[in-house]
């Protein structure tokens, strides 16, 4: 199994617990969003190299332009979750996931900033990923959440 294969299937897997949870218990709280993104962060921690510090810095709002491993880690949260694909945002994706997933105050919250990003363009998908991530957080850094 090659591994873009395994990227679906696990991207499969990670929405569909995420549809179940919100299906039987209404929608996910921030803590079980990040709960349910652990995964993802460790697939994605492994295969672009970035490291747990600059992860937590960007969390602190310092964007290390020059970090490529940094880029390809949001690159490659945003194409697991599907909210970017071809160099593109994919807004309506990360509209319906957002509506489905989160509770309606944090949901509009974090959908305002999205919205406010949805422009943003890159050389490709790591550039773009990191280029929307950096505009969600200056928009506001209350909303973003990265695993």
């Known amino acids: 199994m090659g591994p873009s294969r395994i ?8 929405v569909s617990i995420m549809l179940l949870i919100t299906d039987t218990h209404g929608a996910m709280t921030e803590a079980q969003m990040k709960q349910a993104m652990k995964t993802v962060r460790g697939m ?15 969390q602190e709002g310092i964007f290390d332009e020059e970090d ?4 390809c880690y949001l690159g490659c949260i945003m194409g697991m ?13 990360v509209r319906s996931q957002i ?8 949901g ?3 959908l305002t900033a999205f919205e406010g990003c949805q422009d943003t363009v890159g050389e490709d998908n790591c550039d ?3 280029k929307f991530a950096k505009c969600l957080y ?3 850094p209350s909303a973003f959440i990265v695993p």
């Open 128 to 130: 773009l990923s990191f």
């Open 68 to 71: 490529r491993n940094l880029k």
């Open 108 to 110: 509009k919250r974090i």
């Open 44 to 58: 994605c921690l492994g295969k672009s190299g970035a490291t747990k510090e600059a992860l937590d810095k960007m």
């Open 81 to 93: 979750m599907q909210a970017v694909k071809n160099n593109k945002i994919n807004l309506k994706m």
């Open 99 to 106: 509506t489905k997933m989160l509770e309606p105050e944090v």
């Open 7 to 14: 990227v679906v299937l696990v991207s499969t897997f990670i």
């Open 138 to 140: 200056d928009a506001d």
